[in-house]
């Protein structure tokens, strides 16, 4: 007989520490990169690196809605791609000088961070699977 847990109002997707690595990932990526973009940039770089930073902490979100835990992992997987793709949006704007080292630096530092994050949680979420299915 299965147990369920009830639910908890004050626990969803932004008490995951994914999540919050993610949003300060997106939040920096907002306040410190697109911001030194040059206008010409506006409808590659800029748009490339804004859906980077949504899609990381929305995917998270999404795949925590969703009822089963191989369909919420896909979402998960979705969002650390768009974190590693991050890293390379970040690159570019350094190779390009569109941004100094300090800010690649620290840019690098929170993508590692989000990524290590959001693999424990992917890695909790398949011990959970894993564990359904030796029940």
């Known amino acids: 007989m299965k147990v369920f847990s009830r639910y908890d109002s004050q626990r969803d997707f932004t008490t995951l520490e994914a999540w919050r690595k993610a949003r300060e990932l997106k939040l920096f990526l907002y306040a410190e990169v697109i911001p030194r973009l040059p206008a010409d940039e506006k ?13 990381g902490t929305a995917n998270i979100a999404e795949g925590y809605g969703r009822y089963h835990y191989r369909d919420a992992i896909r979402f998960y997987r979705i969002s650390r791609g768009s974190i590693y793709e991050s890293k390379d949006h970040l690159t570019s704007c350094y190779d390009l000088r569109y941004i100094s080292q300090p800010i690649f630096e620290k840019g690098l530092t929170l993508i590692e961070q989000a990524k290590v994050a959001l693999n424990g949680y992917i890695r909790y979420i398949e011990n959970r699977i894993q564990d359904q299915e030796t029940r």
């Open 43 to 55: 409808f590659n770089l800029n748009v490339q690196i804004r859906k980077v930073g949504v899609s």
